[in-house]
């Protein structure tokens, strides 16, 4: 399929791009509309229109879309039917692609969005050639994805790919997945977030204190990351103790997976100089014999918040995932 | 590869068995000796000689081996070097093939004894014709081993299906490894002793107390299984909590993974009547999406004892776990 369109469906924006999978960085065409609340119906007419107006672009540039892939911040299941996305509940219990297909008149294939980033990263990103790679994605929560033997793996119901859910800590903070102490209470943009807040409590960063004009409740990631900018140590050890969360984590995930790429993608993912070198460095330390693991690299994800959407399209283009020359 | 010998190398013993490779389950030639203390080479020698045993008996019936696989309890590289193995120190460092290919002149491949354990149920045990399954092993420590998409996976340099050291509670009980709460300090023998002793010394289990004649410090797993086996409530209380933690970890490699199945092995898979019903009922509540996944077993293993010797025959006919059939 040399022409495809790539959807990559946020809570808050639904962006669409067209692009030749052949040379998917040059993206020929782009849109971005807005989210809307409300029920699955409302959802998906603003996705189509979305996917419309690239695919209109690419008919007038004579380049004819095949095919539409669509990346959701959700389980998706092997029907393409979502079955959880704390972001999307409107489209909850929805089977996605006989809908899409309907106003759209293009196929249409779905998966979840780190998936479909990690596919961008693997092909053409951070993670080039790579064959067992892990996708963390760094937002509100975690996202993840897996790539093995050149495959991008999605288990036995297409849930593969959640670390962000994995207990760290039992007795950590509840989690609105039911459980306590998942992965993501600690080491996401709101694990930044908590980890601030309680440094600012204990009176270890003045500096974030006073740009949240003393609320210590209005404290979020941002804030950290800007008093990490100016060098203040209290909001520099919050981060060295975000890299060492991160770094606990991506170790289980080593140790359970052996990837020979951990990449670090989401919004966070921009501002890894940060924190990345720390955590590699504490991996080094915590993976089971790390003096052996000389070939396991940790990268930051380079595709930028079009990952998503650039994937989606070359999902579509290699259905389940299945790279060019894979077997 | 028709005939083949498997051989499982433990702390304490050293299992040699010669199988048909297409009916592996009706082992040809069996032998048994004790793994000795001291350098590689009293090792090797102790291996090789079981080996000959086995290759005698095969020779003398008339199928002859052909290849040697070797299951070894830790990290082994691609090059078949042992790179960590707390129980075998001897080993480590040494590069298994040559040095037995030199003592028994028959090829050999070695692979963590795990992974073969794990072939084995997924060839002919409680995993046939799995294609997405997970192998816990509980011991001592947890072992494990992963086949994804039909293939026994081993990851960047051969260390892949190690999640008994994936962290769950950092403030959790040193671990040797270490690090601090492991998932093995609680899920595997040791840890079931461990959560007996706590236990005990709050005075929640006298029976237990009554088993070791008072002594706290020597209470093990089989005095919590013989007096949970007896109904007493404390030692069931601590299965329970036993169980749980076992469906902390599997929650979170089934988050990871998504496998279609699950299998527990090793030593305590014998009393997984006590704690399995339970660890499925818990897991069904902390997976994500947990109503979603209808398609996930957790079972006992089936292949006991003779798993790792026989898997490891198959894994050296199906060299790097590439399983008849799969691409």
Same mark, same amino acid.
């Given at each position: ?44 007419? $603003?996705? #189509?229109? &979305?996917?419309?107006? @690239?695919?209109?672009? !690419? ?5 004819? =879309?095949? /095919?539409? +892939? ?55 990103? $951070?993670? #080039?050639? &790579?064959?067992?790679? @892990?996708?963390?994605? !760094? ?5 993840? =994805?897996? /790539?093995? +033997? ?178």
């Amino acid at each position: 399929v040399p022409t495809a369109i790539g959807v990559d469906i946020g809570g808050t924006k639904v962006l669409a791009v067209g692009v030749d999978t052949d040379a998917p960085l040059a993206v020929l065409a782009e849109h971005r509309v807005p989210t809307p609340s409300g029920d699955a119906t409302k959802i998906l007419d $603003a996705i #189509a229109s &979305a996917t419309r107006v @690239v695919a209109g672009a !690419l008919a007038a540039a004579g380049r004819p =879309a095949e /095919v539409v +892939g669509m990346g959701i911040p959700g389980l998706v299941d092997t029907s393409g039917r979502l079955r959880a996305a704390p972001n999307l509940l409107g489209l909850v219990g929805v089977e996605i692609p006989p809908r899409l297909e309907a106003l759209i008149d293009l196929p249409t294939v779905v998966d979840n969005d780190a998936n479909c980033a990690l596919w961008a990263e693997v092909i053409v990103g $951070a993670g #080039a050639g &790579a064959r067992d790679a @892990v996708l963390v994605t !760094l937002g509100t929560g975690i996202g993840g =994805a897996l /790539v093995n +033997g050149g495959v991008l793996r999605h288990g036995r119901h297409g849930f593969a790919g959640e670390p962000g859910h994995m207990v760290v800590d039992p007795s950590g903070p509840e989690c609105p997945c039911g459980r306590s102490g998942c992965w993501e209470r600690f080491a996401s943009g709101s694990g930044l977030a908590m980890l601030a807040r309680r440094a600012v409590e204990a009176g270890r960063s003045p500096a974030i204190l006073e740009l949240v004009g003393g609320d210590v409740a209005a404290v979020d990631g941002e804030h950290v990351v800007a008093a990490a900018r100016a060098a203040d140590p209290g909001a520099l050890a919050v981060v060295d103790e975000f890299a060492w969360w991160l770094a606990l984590g991506i170790a289980n995930l080593v140790n359970a997976l052996d990837p020979e790429l951990v990449l670090v993608g989401g919004g966070l993912a921009d501002e890894s100089d940060l924190f990345l070198a720390r955590t590699r460095e504490e991996v080094g330390r915590m993976a089971l014999g790390a003096s052996a693991r000389t070939g396991t690299r940790i990268e930051a994800a380079t595709l930028g918040s079009r990952a998503g959407a650039i994937g989606a399209a070359l999902v579509a283009a290699t259905p389940r995932g299945v790279g060019p020359g894979v077997p």
